[in-house]
């Protein structure tokens, strides 16, 4: 196995359930990619949205992941624990007037996809108000690794967008720039639900002065009904006993070919053999997949 000591991975998990097939996949796509080059991997809760998280998913997200052979680096960090670096960083686009205070409503949004700059000059005050990010008019690219050229014109794509909600609460696309550049993250693994958030995050990077990571973007499971694979569509969790077959599906869902009888050991010997055989290139070129079609 060669080594690239300079590979830092992440897992982030949300606690808003526990972790199911789709997460599993996404967990052993980062895990590989970094080990496969003696890279660090790390793990991170994205614990921003407490009226979301259900109590002890935290702990059992770590317990499914002990259980299913995963080993990270270092303790684990957790969002919440943040919230002073991300007050700093609001505080600086503020005062460089890349941020504004924002009163509109959902009801006053509904129907509109793109933020119509409302506010963009009212001059809110700061309080009982959301922080929306001034955005340029120019696109943004990169090369995902599987889903290869992606760009987005910020303005007539995606328009102002939220850094800090009005109930005070901040948003993914400020916290996980931040967190990403603050661990040293060189390569994000995760789902291609993501793939048209990375342009924000790209802005965001620019804006602070941070180093943009590559990416790699993984085709995101389908239930039969089209649903994303997700806790929010009361997706199984991970059952323990059942860690090699299950560990054995994800490496076929991410397009390699493990033996049949890999299913039949223990988990760390699916996860050593992954690592052994990592093969990026083979994972699907597409957006989103059946998890039907897994097989």
């Not at 389908?222 to 649903?227: A, E, K, N, S």
């Not at 969790?237 to 299913?263: K, S, V, Y």
């Amino acid at each position: 196995m060669s080594t690239s000591p300079a590979y830092t991975g992440r897992f982030a998990p949300t606690p808003s359930g526990y972790l199911h097939f789709g997460s599993l996949v996404a967990a052993l796509a980062s895990y590989l990619d970094a080990r496969a080059v003696g890279g660090r991997w790390l793990l991170r809760m994205e614990d921003l949205d407490p009226p979301r998280e259900v109590p002890g998913a935290q702990d059992a997200i770590l317990r499914t992941l002990e259980t299913y052979g995963f080993e990270w680096d270092g303790a684990v960090e957790r969002q919440s624990a943040r919230h002073d670096a991300y007050a700093a960083a609001l505080d600086q686009l503020l005062a460089r007037d890349l941020a504004y205070a924002c009163t509109c409503s959902r009801k006053q949004l509904e129907g509109q996809p793109i933020y119509p700059g409302t506010c963009r000059d009212a001059r809110r005050a700061l309080t009982d108000a959301a922080i929306r990010l001034r955005v340029p008019d120019a696109e943004y690219r990169f090369a995902d690794r599987v889903q290869g050229e992606f760009a987005q014109n910020l303005a007539r794509e995606v328009g102002d967008f939220i850094i800090r909600r009005r109930d005070g609460l901040y948003a993914y696309q400020l916290a996980v720039v931040l967190d990403d550049a603050w661990q040293g993250v060189t390569d994000i693994v995760r789902g291609a639900d993501l793939l048209d958030s990375t342009p924000r995050q790209l802005y965001l990077q620019e804006l602070f002065g941070l180093p943009q990571p590559r990416y790699l973007h993984i085709p995101l499971l389908l239930q039969p009904d089209g649903h994303k694979l997700g806790k929010s569509y009361r997706s199984p969790p991970l059952p323990a006993d059942q860690a090699p077959a299950l560990l054995t599906r994800a490496l076929r869902a991410l397009g390699q070919q493990p033996p049949a009888e890999l299913a039949q050991g223990n988990a760390r010997e699916v996860l050593s053999w992954g690592v052994r055989h990592w093969n990026p290139a083979a994972i699907l070129r597409q957006p989103s997949l059946a998890e039907a079609e897994v097989r």
